[in-house]
């Protein structure tokens, strides 16, 4: 059974930063694309950023330029690195992931992490 694991999250104030990871475990497993979602209440989760496993990237447009997704493909760990974080930015932070097993695959989900951010 693979699990991801996301960790990272806090409060901080406005126009500050916050790194987000999210660790995936398990027995002999692959994983693909990788994404950010966010949720907050009442509200459906959305897509914040994805990278696939050559590295290449895509963004939600209200986090172009202050938020970069990476990849540790040998720890098999994803990061968000969020800058010049606002308000609007708050929220439960979840991670997904494409994973490949022997005889199975599908999207496995993280439990997500809080992020406020206030003064």
């Known amino acids: 059974q693979v699990q991801l694991a996301e960790s990272g999250g806090g409060l901080v104030q406005p126009g500050g930063s916050l790194r987000l990871s999210c660790e995936a475990s398990g027995n002999s497993f692959r994983a693909g694309v990788m994404r950010w979602y966010r949720q907050t209440p009442g509200n459906e989760r959305e897509f914040v950023a994805g990278i696939t496993t050559s590295g290449d990237t895509n963004y939600a447009d209200s986090v172009k330029g202050r938020f970069t997704i990476t990849r540790d493909r040998i720890m098999n760990t994803l990061y968000l690195q969020m800058n010049s974080l606002r308000p609007e930015d708050t929220a439960v932070y979840y991670c997904?992931?494409?994973?490949?097993?022997?005889?199975?695959?599908?999207?496995?989900w993280g439990q997500g992490t809080q992020v406020t951010v206030s003064s």
């Open positions: 997904n992931a494409l994973i490949q097993t022997e005889g199975w695959t599908g999207l496995v």
